[in-house]
T-cell receptor, first 111, second 113 residues
Framework: AQRVTQPEKLLSVFKGAPVELKCNYS??????LFWYVQYSRQRLQLLLR??SRESIKGFTADLNKGETSFHLKKPFAQEEDSAMYYC?????????????FGSGTQLTVLP | DAGVIQSPRHEVTEMGQEVTLRCKPI?????LFWYRQTMMRGLELLIY????????DSGMPEDRFSAKMPNASFSTLKIQPSEPRDSAVYFC???????????FGPGTRLTVL
């Protein structure tokens, strides 16, 4: 069975500091990994996916199959980055994108 | 498009009562997902539909939970009878096609007293 672990429930950094939100996964197949974000009073929305290899709002995430990790990084955090972040894993097969979510990390960027 | 619509946004009920949560997916989306979010277990997939047909309900906690999708624009998640441990935020999401992004609704916060 697949599992996603986000070890930090809460993370605080100062504006301008680097930030890294950790995500580790376990899955016997070939995974597809995502980061979702939920800003205050807004819906859960996709931030980025590993297959896209893109940077969104300054965030990047690299899939490390050796370490089974998909950490989310940003070199200079902004106050508007404060939100709840969820790492999610999708089975590579099946009839739809079934997502398994981590427990989430609440990021607070302090002024 | 208003996105995925869920109602009610908040529901407070007493143990033993029937609860019905509603979802309207984005028009044209053929997949619909129901999730539950709790502090203890995070976000869990309960059930999903493809073209109104339930495909996988292995995440439904027990027989008290049931979900239907009578047409492409409406789905319900029903809990009967409700229990305090069912208190959670229930999200509905929809997507177009097998491998596309899931769009989430605002969620329904359920409190069972």
């Amino acid at each position: 069975a697949q599992r996603v672990t986000q070890p930090e429930k809460l993370l605080s950094v100062f504006k301008g500091a680097p930030v890294e939100l950790k995500c580790n996964y376990s899955y016997s197949g070939s995974p597809e990994l995502f980061w979702y974000v939920q800003y205050s009073r807004q819906r859960l929305q996709l931030l980025l996916r590993h297959i896209s290899r893109e940077s969104i709002k300054g965030f990047t995430a690299d899939l490390n199959k050796g370490e089974t990790s998909f950490h989310l990084k940003k070199p200079f955090a902004q106050e508007e980055d404060s939100a709840m972040y969820y790492c999610a894993l999708s089975r590579s097969s099946g009839s739809a994108r079934q997502l398994t979510f981590g427990s989430g990390t609440q990021l607070t960027v302090l002024p | 498009d208003a996105g995925v619509i869920q109602s009610p946004r908040h529901e407070v009920t007493e143990m033993g009562q029937e609860v019905t949560l509603r979802c309207k997916p984005i028009s044209g989306h053929d997949y619909l997902f129901w999730y539950r979010q709790t502090m203890m277990r995070g976000l869990e997939l309960l059930i999903y539909f493809n073209n109104n047909v339930p495909i996988d309900d292995s995440g439904m906690p027990e027989d008290r939970f049931s979900a239907k999708m009578p047409n492409a624009s409406f789905s319900t998640l029903k809990i009967q009878p409700s229990e305090p441990r069912d208190s959670a935020v229930y999200f509905c999401a929809s997507s177009a096609g097998r491998n596309n992004e899931q769009f989430f609704g605002p969620g329904t916060r359920l409190t069972v007293l």
